[in-house]
């Protein structure tokens, strides 16, 4: 079955630390994406990525990085820079070839002990 | 103001009925619409998808898009429990694939 798979479905994450969220495709698509979802919010861009080794910043970058080595792979760490981090996090990818259509993994919600 | 701005909700209805889901937005250049079903902790899925403006029918659900009011609609007849969820819409320009603006998104409850 050709999907997108996030890991952990719940993270937690103590003061001062990094932590990172998997996100890997099976669908040989070109761009990936992640997104933060806020309750009552929509979906707000963080970073995406339209090759391997190269990725830009979204909206809401600061506090977050990525890496794009794979092109089936696309971590996000959530530093110890970003005050805010509760939140549900999804992972998107599209083809890449002239599509707008969006295809979402299951989400991670990273939570602060 | 917000791009794009969507009723929260929730929106509570019995089963079989019609429910009508809105959006509207300020940029009028927006070609491209979308409508996400969530169910909830999971992952947005694509439900419809339409291009500039008019109808879209897939099963029990048509879009329809009024770029001349800028507004956004998701009808969905006979709705059934498993319907429950919250709908998102989005939307982007000619291009904008890396632009996509979400709508809140409207929690429904079919109730049986």
């Known amino acids: 079955d050709g999907g997108i798979t996030q890991s952990p479905k719940y993270l937690f994450r103590k003061e001062g630390q990094n932590v990172t969220l998997s996100c890997e495709q099976n669908?040989?698509?070109?761009?990936m994406y992640w997104y933060r979802q806020d309750p009552g919010q929509g979906l707000r861009l963080i970073y995406y990525s339209q090759i391997v080794n190269d990725f830009q910043k979204g909206d809401i970058a600061e506090g977050y990085s990525v890496s794009r080595e794979k092109k089936e792979s696309f971590p996000l760490t959530v530093t110890s820079a970003q005050k805010n981090p509760t939140a549900f996090y999804l992972c998107?990818?599209?083809?890449?070839?002239?599509?707008?259509?969006?295809?979402f993994g299951s989400g991670t919600q990273l939570s602060v002990l | 103001q917000k791009e794009v701005e969507q009723d929260p909700g929730p929106l509570s209805v019995p089963e079989g009925a019609i429910v009508s889901l809105n959006c509207t937005y300020s940029n009028s250049a927006f070609q491209y619409f979308m409508w996400y079903r969530q169910y909830s902790r999971k992952g947005p899925e694509l439900l419809m998808y339409?291009?500039?403006?008019g109808n879209k029918e897939d099963g029990r659900f048509t879009a329809q898009v009024d770029k001349s009011s800028k507004y956004i609609s998701l009808f969905i007849r006979d709705s059934q429990p498993s319907d429950s969820a919250t709908y998102l819409c989005?939307?982007?320009?000619?291009?904008?694939?890396?632009?996509?603006?979400f709508g809140a998104g409207t929690r429904l409850a079919v109730h049986p």
């Open positions: 998107a990818s599209r083809t890449g070839t002239g599509s707008e259509k969006l295809f």
């Open positions: 339409t291009y500039s403006s």
């Open positions: 989005a939307m982007t320009l000619s291009g904008g694939y890396n632009k996509l603006i």
């Open positions: 669908l040989n698509h070109d761009a």
